[in-house]
């Protein structure tokens, strides 16, 4: 169990540009989640997965937003025309299947729009 | 959707001090769980309690479903205690709503 690896660490990009973050999920886990984190607030559901299939989007993901998992293994998550709204720490989680299962928490991505 | 309330906001406290940081929820859940995020962003799952009272080292949680609330004790608190607490409960299988958290500072 290496944990939930999250790609970049960081980044800054100036508005309008896109921008795409890749999760690794711990092997596992059949489920993938993407939170997204503000300063001062707590994290806010915005997308999962169950296994290659995205079962649901938060109203929160715009169209700008996109995220896919090939193959049930890692997945990316691209903003198109990055606006300074989109400032934020993005958060990939995984677990397995059910209510008691326990999510995993990556180091998350922050990115910076400037 | 459900609400979560995390209180206080913030607490300091000097090492060794014990601590109850608090959180209600709005509606009936079958799983709570607690978080702590240290200062590098990394979440940290502490516990999963729906009900009940669980221990791990000199952290404590009980949870009373029938009265909607939960209760994180910090005892004998060390600075690597520092960081900011949530937590969370689920509106559905597959996603969590989180508290606001509350902001712990330990100081030496």
């Known amino acids: 169990d290496t944990g939930v690896s999250q790609n970049p660490r960081h980044k800054i990009t100036k508005r309008g540009q896109n921008v795409t973050f890749r999760c690794d999920p711990i092997?596992?886990?059949?489920?993938l989640y993407w939170y997204r984190q503000t300063l001062g607030q707590g994290p806010e559901f915005l997308t999962y997965?169950?296994?290659?299939?995205?079962?649901?989007k938060s109203r929160l993901l715009s169209d700008r937003f996109s995220a896919e998992r090939p193959k049930g293994s890692f997945s990316t998550l691209e903003i198109q025309r990055t606006e300074q709204g989109d400032s934020a720490m993005y958060l990939c989680?995984?677990?397995?299947?059910?209510?008691?299962?326990?999510?995993?928490f990556g180091n998350g991505t922050r990115l910076t729009v400037t | 959707g459900i609400q979560v309330e995390q209180s206080p906001p913030d607490l300091i406290l000097q090492e060794g001090a014990n601590s109850t940081l608090r959180c209600n929820f709005s509606?009936?859940?079958?799983?709570l769980q607690w978080f702590h995020q240290n200062p590098w962003g990394q979440l940290i799952n502490l516990f999963y309690?729906?009900?009940g009272t669980k221990q791990n080292g000199r952290l404590s949680a009980t949870t009373v479903a029938t009265e909607r609330y939960s209760l994180l004790y910090i005892s004998s608190s060390q600075t690597t205690d520092s960081g900011v607490y949530f937590c969370?409960?689920?509106?559905?299988?597959?996603?969590?709503?989180f508290g606001a958290g509350t902001t712990v500072t330990v100081r030496a």
């Open positions: 509606d009936s859940v079958n799983n």
């Open positions: 997965f169950q296994n290659e299939a995205q079962l649901e």
């Open positions: 092997s596992e886990h059949n489920r």
């Open positions: 989680a995984s677990s397995l299947t059910g209510y008691s299962a326990p999510l995993h």
């Open positions: 309690i729906p009900s």
């Open positions: 969370a409960v689920p509106p559905s299988d597959y996603k969590l709503s």
